[in-house]
């Protein structure tokens, strides 16, 4: 990050002795945004004893240690938060004492394109199937995980070599033009069989076959932030393990929901997907 951008959030409120929390500065280095993608916030010097409090449209947020003396936030703006003014409200604790700063955040709308989609009524079946019995409800709640390391260093690299056929936030619907999803990740399309790499270091949280995602894998990149990828041909990793930028984790393929070989790339933060490819070229 470019210091020279950063600028503080405003200070709003402080109870008791000043001096209690030294020189603490709150920073962000833009407030305007789009939908997809993830604010950084950055407290300098505060030891790690110090409390951060965090919320964001009606959502709390913790505080990481990033370097010694410095915390962040990080929080994802889904596709479907809806553009306008939100408060963000950063507040640290200590003892009884606390201070807070507050900063408009302007979200701004994204023109996602829109993908017409017509399911056959055996894939129809497989829908309702999956949507009665909750099938990828394990998969929903691991993608919340709060893991307090971090294990991502720098950028994140590209899972697969191909094409990118359905980008972030496409808004899918049916022939009737009812809306039947958005797409929450990117589709990466090449070959049968093409490596699945890990995009950044972490620990392989889940895997395991689900009737509409197909072979799948979930990374945990730690503090909050955790990958996923579906219709995979093959899975050549275990739960438990820790995988380095790079290395392969499984191979492409069609399982699942799918029409044909591609990997289906999703980036959540605590839960939230954000567009993945932002992470390839910014460094949180
Ligand atoms: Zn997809």
Redesign the pocket.
């Known amino acids: 990050m470019n210091n020279s951008k950063l600028f503080p959030l405003s200070f709003f409120f402080i109870f008791g002795m000043s001096n209690l929390f030294g020189s603490i500065n709150v920073l962000l280095d833009k407030n305007t945004f789009y939908q997809g993608d993830t604010i950084k916030i950055i407290i300098k010097d505060i030891d790690k004893n110090t409390k951060v409090f965090c919320s964001f449209n009606k959502k709390k947020y913790p505080a990481f240690v990033c370097k010694r003396n410095k915390k962040r936030i990080l929080v994802g703006v889904s596709s479907d938060v809806k553009p306008g003014e939100y408060l963000l409200i950063v507040k640290v604790k200590k003892i009884f004492f606390s201070k807070e700063w507050k900063s408009i955040i302007n979200i701004k709308g994204n023109k996602f394109p829109t993908e017409k989609i017509n399911f056959s009524n055996e894939k129809k079946v497989l829908i309702e199937k999956a949507s009665r019995i909750k099938d990828d409800s394990i998969v929903i709640d691991s993608l919340k995980t709060i893991t307090e390391k971090q294990y991502w260093e720098g950028k994140f690299i590209l899972p697969a070599k191909g094409k990118i056929t359905?980008s972030y936030g496409t808004r899918r619907k049916n022939k009737e033009n009812a809306s039947v999803g958005i797409?929450r990740?990117i589709?990466i399309s090449s070959s049968y069989g093409d490596s699945v790499v890990a995009p950044n270091n972490g620990l392989i949280l889940l895997t395991g076959e689900f009737i509409l995602y197909g072979k799948m894998i979930i990374i945990d990149h730690g503090n909050g932030v955790c990958t996923l990828y579906?219709h995979l041909d093959s899975i050549d990793v275990k739960e438990g393990e820790y995988v380095k930028k790079g290395i392969k984790i499984g191979r492409m393929g069609s399982t699942g929901l799918s029409t044909g070989p591609h990997l289906?790339w999703g980036l959540y933060v605590f839960g939230d997907s954000v567009a993945p490819l932002v992470w390839t070229q910014t460094e949180f």
């Open positions: 359905t797409h990740g589709d579906l289906h």
